[in-house]
């Protein structure tokens, strides 16, 4: 298994452009979770889902859209970015609700300047 | 909502020493509790948990007991190496399987 994988690991954006973090896994995890970790500061939740077809806003969804069209696939895109968005952007899936063990991919490091 | 508060860092210890990092949460309920570890550019992952009150979680050499008289739920290692040289999270579970992650504590080993 390779787990939770995300791609690319390093973008630098201009401001206004987009782009889509890519993250998948192969685990069959119902579960799937977008972070972001900003440098000193805990993981805050941006959004989530709880299966194919179904997403829901966490923390701070501004700015940031995702879809769920298979069970293995999560993406998350950034329209019009903003030097705020500047950050770390952890992907994560997780089997089920019970017990929230959550498994990471290795992060996707984002400049926007 | 539930919230985790955990020291701050960074720690600094020598090799052999031993190591407490504190955590406290405040919650509606009983929710499970985590401890992450982030190692220089990895994603995070689990190293251990406990699930009710009283439950001791460990892993590594690391432990951490569940107190729900105090809302802790403390990291310990008697005896810390380099290679546990990371930042530590605490986080706590909430509802529709989100956790709640503490700003997380760095540490560094030397040798």
């Known amino acids: 298994n390779a787990g939770v994988t995300q791609t690319p690991k390093f973008r630098i954006l201009k401001i206004g452009q987009s782009m889509t973090l890519q993250c998948t896994q192969d685990?069959?995890?119902?579960?799937m979770y977008w972070y972001r970790q900003d440098p000193g500061m805990g993981l805050k939740l941006i959004y989530y889902?709880?299966?194919?077809?179904?997403?829901d806003k966490g923390e701070v969804p501004n700015g940031y859209n995702v879809s769920r069209s298979t069970t293995e696939d999560f993406p998350l895109r950034l329209e019009l970015a903003a030097p705020s968005q500047t950050s770390v952007y952890f992907c994560?899936?997780?089997?089920?609700?019970?017990?929230?063990?959550?498994?990471f991919g290795p992060g996707t490091r984002l400049t926007v300047t | 909502g539930n919230s985790v508060t955990q020291m701050e860092g960074p720690v600094t210890l020598s090799e052999e020493a031993f190591l407490t990092i504190n955590c406290t949460y405040t919650?509606?309920?009983?929710?499970?509790l985590f401890w992450y570890v982030q190692y220089p550019g990895e994603g995070l992952q689990l190293l251990l948990k406990?699930?009710?009150?009283?439950d001791k979680g460990s892993n590594k050499g690391f432990e951490a007991t569940y107190r729900k008289e105090t809302t802790s739920f403390h990291l310990e290692k008697g005896s810390v190496q380099v290679s546990d040289s990371a930042v530590y999270f605490c986080?706590?579970?909430?509802?529709?399987?989100?956790?709640?992650f503490g700003q997380g504590t760095e540490l560094s080993v030397k040798p």
């Open positions: 994560a899936s997780s089997p089920t609700e019970r017990g929230i063990e959550q498994y």
């Open positions: 685990m069959n995890h119902n579960y």
């Open positions: 889902s709880v299966g194919a077809g179904i997403t």
């Open positions: 919650a509606t309920g009983y929710p499970s």
């Open positions: 406990a699930t009710k009150a009283d």
């Open positions: 986080a706590t579970g909430n509802q529709g399987g989100k956790l709640i």
